[in-house]
């Protein structure tokens, strides 16, 4: 458990680290989308997608007006026709979201981001065009 810089302890389940691990080397997800639970003053996984969904389907998870945590798995393929693959940290914070929650996931993402060892390429987002696939495969390319 870790102090953040806002005065909140905050903890990572279990969950969060194992099923990242899952995304990363056994390929089993394509995304997970994480949140912090303020009552139990955690970070929980909230949804991991099948590796079949697609980064749509990823972006349409992510509500209007609240924070999230996001890891996307993107796969493509280069001008040399190899298949790569590159883990990306979404850090989704709409303007319309609550100010508390701006401040405390602003406050653990970088500790957050940290304890997932293997991502590649980090986003903030307030809104989808700040985090739409082009920019994505922009970056991993």
């Not at 995304?23 to 099948?50: F, M, P, W």
């Amino acid at each position: 458990m870790a102090q953040l810089a806002s005065g909140i302890r905050l903890d990572l389940s279990d969950e969060c680290k194992s099923k990242f691990m899952d995304l990363r080397r056994k390929k089993n997800y394509r995304y997970i989308i994480y949140k912090i639970d303020e009552k139990s003053q955690q970070i929980v996984v909230e949804k991991a997608g099948a590796t079949d969904e697609s980064y749509d389907t990823f972006a349409a998870c992510l509500p209007e007006s609240d924070c999230r945590f996001g890891v996307f798995d993107l796969e493509f393929t280069t001008d040399d026709m190899c298949q790569k693959s590159k883990i990306f940290f979404i850090a989704w914070s709409p303007d319309t979201s609550r100010i508390k929650a701006k401040m405390m996931y602003a406050s653990s993402k970088d500790r957050f981001r940290r304890e997932l060892d293997g991502i590649h390429y980090e986003l903030q987002a307030t809104d989808p065009t700040e985090m739409d696939l082009e920019i994505l495969k922009d970056r991993a390319s």
